[in-house]
């Protein structure tokens, strides 16, 4: 594909309005456009960043056809996370906001505090407290299909100083710092199955420990836990870094078939193939959510 140059995109860069996304990239010959970076392609030097212009068009420049200072710049780009405003609850002196959140990597929210920029009624600042913000399970977000996960920030408010009917009114800003994953990477290996409870079989893979364990169905032998030795093996199981944020999925494959974490013995006659699928550094990346005044829910709570 021909790449265009990046002075030929300065007359569509200044055709089109403004954006908030849209910033000035200049190249190794000191020319500038204002594009949107939108993501990369190939490694090495062959490594291509892909630009969207005023005009929508697409376009891919070789990344080291930027300045040296872009280069570094456009390295250190991270796709946007998407939020859309879900609904608001108020229960007696608590209330929470919901939002989608959705982004390439997307992991989970990070345990750090939840940062409010604005939270008004009016020209009145609504004093809330002790903010907090996860991952819920809320089955009323079914109303709507979810992009990625349900995320609610909480607080505890005087319920004197707002009800049901001023939620609507309201106008929030907030920062939530959300967890989101880099380059997926993927690491492979043969184990021979345990012989019995107590034979664990391990290996160095990259940066993770893993072992092949045998484990009674449903397991109640954790990993690195005793476990009663005269309980028969029912399955093998694949263990590696529990709870840790860089995994995204560990398979083992017996025969032909895949099996997510475990495999039962019948369909085990011999060594299987283990695959750990893994983020290749886990970033917190600060994600602003925002309700403005009159804006309406996506979703409506059953009354």
């Known amino acids: 594909m021909k790449r265009p140059a990046l002075a030929s995109l300065l007359l569509l860069a200044s055709l089109y309005p403004s954006h908030a996304a849209f910033e ?7 020319k500038t456009a204002e594009m949107e970076i939108s993501g990369f392609s190939g490694s090495g ?19 080291s056809d930027l300045s040296t ?4 710049r456009a390295r250190k780009w991270r796709p946007r ?24 990597g997307f992991i989970g929210a990070a345990e750090t505090p939840v940062e409010v920029k604005r939270f008004i009624l009016g020209a009145s600042t609504i004093v ?55 380059t997926p990477k993927e690491l492979t290996a043969t184990f021979d199955l345990p012989t019995g409870m107590s034979d664990r079989k391990f290996q160095e893979l990259g940066p993770f420990r ?31 870094a529990e709870d840790d944020p860089r995994i995204i999925s560990q398979t083992i494959v017996a025969g032909d078939k895949d099996y997510t ?16 699928k893994y983020w290749s550094e886990v970033r917190e990346v600060p994600v602003t ?3 403005k005044p009159g804006q309406k829910p996506l979703i409506t709570a059953p009354k």
């Open 69 to 72: 200072a872009d280069q570094a």
């Open 261 to 276: 974490d475990s495999v039962e013995v019948a369909k085990a006659n011999g060594p299987v193939k283990v695959i750990i």
């Open 81 to 104: 996370f998407e939020t859309r405003y879900l609904k608001s609850d108020l229960d007696d002196s608590n209330i929470s906001f919901s939002f989608d959140v959705a982004a390439p």
């Open 24 to 30: 000035k990239w200049t190249n190794k010959d000191g």
């Open 128 to 182: 809330a407290t002790d903010w907090s913000g996860g991952i819920s399970q809320d089955p009323f977000a079914r109303e709507v299909p979810l992009k990625s996960s349900n995320l609610v920030i909480r607080a505890k408010i005087d319920p004197a100083k707002l009800d049901e009917r001023s939620i609507d009114k309201t106008d929030l800003q907030a920062t939530l710092y959300m967890q989101q994953g880099g």
């Open 45 to 63: 030097t062959d490594t291509l960043v892909h630009f969207k212009t005023r005009a929508a068009k697409e376009i891919s420049l070789a990344l």
């Open 289 to 291: 959510l925002t309700k």
């Open 210 to 240: 893993v072992a092949l364990i045998g484990r009674p169905k449903p397991s109640d032998s954790p990993f690195g836990k005793p476990v009663d030795a005269g309980k028969k093996i029912e399955e093998y199981a694949v263990v590696v």
